[in-house]
């Protein structure tokens, strides 16, 4: 989709000016933050997929010589356990390892189902307006106007406690956002001389919405999509953390935390390296989602 | 202003229509009938399941259970928990204060720390300081808060020995409830030794809950600083020849501050979400907690009336901000 804007927009500008792609390169990677945010991320995404080779143990398998032993560099912890084992002798490292999938997979699935369904939803209430539009856009000020993680624990409590009904009842959460944003651009694009020439030489609704309009959406949809996975990740762990998510012994961060909250005062380490984990990735997407909005808003280019 | 008000509130209607809406079906899309699942594992003798029925109106139609249901709800009746037989309402109305009381001093945390921070932030922009606050702040709202409060716990109640782990008050105190904020109430009896208590009880919580909101202020604030000291207006006082305090605090504050009132006012959904974690960390008796507590319970109409109660309460106070937001800025009514 980026890279269909990105050539379309090639495609109209003149010649003198850089590739889409290079100036918005030059934009991005002038913003450090979002440079670092981007390196972790594709660290996280590696040691995610790589975790079979790399994890020194199975994330599931416990071993009852090695309770709560703490990290190496401590009195009693060895390098065969880096990072220390939980209270049922599991290897926190592994754990954390391929909880790293878990979370990626949890924050790309519930972005990528939030996405499809707010984008069309705001693409239906952009173009209908009148009666279509007042329904949608009241439906999302209500999910807007309940606390996001009172509407997920309703939604999970309606559902039944789960990973899957979590990334559902986060996907649902979210969803208003993307509503709100394609909403907005529709209604701004609509207006614009491409739009009415492409109606003028017949293109139909479909068309229009898809082949037309939607991409030149696509900036703050993305911006908000990356944004949308820290968002993601955060509120699902939160509800793992609350029993209401991943169950045990599926080795997700917030739910690792909730098994660990009887140990705080005992082994800091089953407390400390999840929250950790979840703190750095969840920080490297916010970081990266502004340096997105910086480079691709263009009210901000100089 | 007038119309104002009455556009504002009358926008209210449909969405106050759309969380009895939420609470009604919450009971009946549980899968399975609501009375077995309430049953639980034990099950339920049929004789007794048919009473319940009617007991809750479930062999009605559902238009016509809605309208009971509304009727009641606009007569303030939210129905009774079904593992205490207490007034939904009157459990809520119990717990609250000590939900208010850690998010009044949350926001107080966080606008003490963030104003300031957020406004020194903008003064020196681009120094070492600034993207100090900004870094922070991206790091607070990043902030997996129930991590945050077992850290907290970890260092400051077992590492250092300087705060309780959980609850509101140490159990030897009891302080009868006047206002229901023990601070206020432990203060009205004169008992300093309870205030104490109390207080050590609810740092680390009011922190907790304070960080998400502390790092929204101090970003918002440093960037309505920035705009309004770019303004024509405080070059013009700057001319002139005032102190840069006085422009800063008496000239740009004063206009940076509306936003940042508006976002304060936002932030009630966000202290609601974050008091659900910080009560479940620190066993806070508000009704953060009694929510959680009532889903690992299947205590479904207190689920159904806490949710339309806060869901109230959130969309009450995001009205008074639109409306206080209306009488400073003038340019929001005529549009």
Redesign the interface.
Known sequence: MSADVIEAQAAAAPPARPHPLREFWTYFSANR?AVAGLVVIALVFLLALFADFIAPHSPYVTNNAVFLKPPFWQDGGSLSYPLGTDAIGRDILSRLLYGARLSLMIGVAVVALSIVVGVILGLIAGFFRGATEIVIM??M??VL??????LA??IV????PGLMNAMLAVAIVVLPHYVRITRAAVIAETSKDYVTAARVTGAGTLRLMFKEVLPNCAAPLIVQATLGV?TAI?DA??LG????GAQPPAPEW?TM?AD??EF??RA?WV??F??VA??VT??AF??LG?GLRDALDPKLKR | MLRFVLTRVSLVIPTFIGITLLAFFLIRLVPGDPIETMAGERGIDPARHEQLRKEFGFDKPLLSQYGVYITRVLHGDLGKSIVTRENVSTEFAALFPATIELAVCAILFALIIGLPAGILAAVKRNSIFDHGVMGVSLAGYSMPIFWWGLLLILLFSVQLGLTPVSGRIAVQYFIEPTTGFLLIDSLLAGDFDAFKSALSHLILPAIVLGTVPLAVIARMTRSAMLEVLGEDYIRTARAKGLAPIRVVAMHALRNALIPVVTVIGLQVGVLFTGAILTETIFSWPGVGKWLIEAISRRDYPVLQGGTLLIGVVVMSVNLLVDLLYGLINPRIRHH
């Open positions: 933050g009241r439906a000020d209500i106007t309940l606390p996001s993680l009172l624990i309703v409590a309606i559902l039944g820290s955060l762990a939160a953390f609350l029993g209401l917030g935390l660990a909250r705080v005062l800091w407390v400390t999840p929250g979840i703190l969840v920080l916010n970081l502004d």
